[in-house]
């Protein structure tokens, strides 16, 4: 992504404490995050990349799940992205817990994780679509 800071981003995840191949975007449902912030700007606080207005659920988007946005892929890892200590602070422990209850989880109500597959520019307003028989291609499937 132009401009986003993740490859300086170092992250636990990894052993050598470089950034995450699976979490190369953050997803936040955009309904979710007008909830919880009080106006746009505030909403910007999230630090997700993406707001979509879509069901970001495990069920509805499993890891291995590839989604067309403009003229680039990503898919939906399996790294969690929970609510932490910013987000408590940016919108209040109440929504923290919610994000991190089992319910929450589930509906990944904080968002998902995702890497690009193929490149491409994303603009406001593009449409976004379930890339057919994506989530039968996860972890190990020879096409990462």
């Known amino acids: 992504l132009v401009g986003d800071t993740w490859p300086e981003r170092g992250s636990k995840r990894t052993a050598d404490g470089g950034p995450h191949p699976d979490m190369q975007l953050n997803l936040i449902g955009a309904r979710f995050s007008r909830l919880v912030a009080d106006d746009d700007a505030h909403r910007a606080l999230a630090g997700d990349q993406l707001h979509l207005d879509l069901d970001l659920s495990e069920a509805?988007?499993?890891?291995?799940?590839?989604?067309?946005?403009?003229?680039?892929?990503?898919?939906?890892?399996?790294?969690?992205?929970?609510?932490c200590a910013k987000f408590v602070d940016?919108?209040?422990?109440a929504a923290a817990r919610l994000v991190n209850s089992p319910e929450g989880r589930a509906l990944h109500l904080r968002g998902v994780n995702a890497r690009?597959?193929?490149?491409?520019?994303?603009?406001?307003?593009?449409r976004v679509a379930k890339v057919a028989g994506s989530a039968d291609r996860a972890e190990g499937a020879?096409?990462?």
């Open 142 to 144: 020879g096409d990462r």
């Open 90 to 93: 940016r919108f209040g422990a």
């Open 116 to 126: 690009v597959v193929v490149g491409g520019r994303v603009r406001p307003g593009d």
């Open 60 to 83: 509805n988007l499993p890891p291995g799940t590839r989604l067309a946005l403009g003229t680039a892929v990503i898919e939906i890892t399996d790294q969690p992205h929970r609510g």
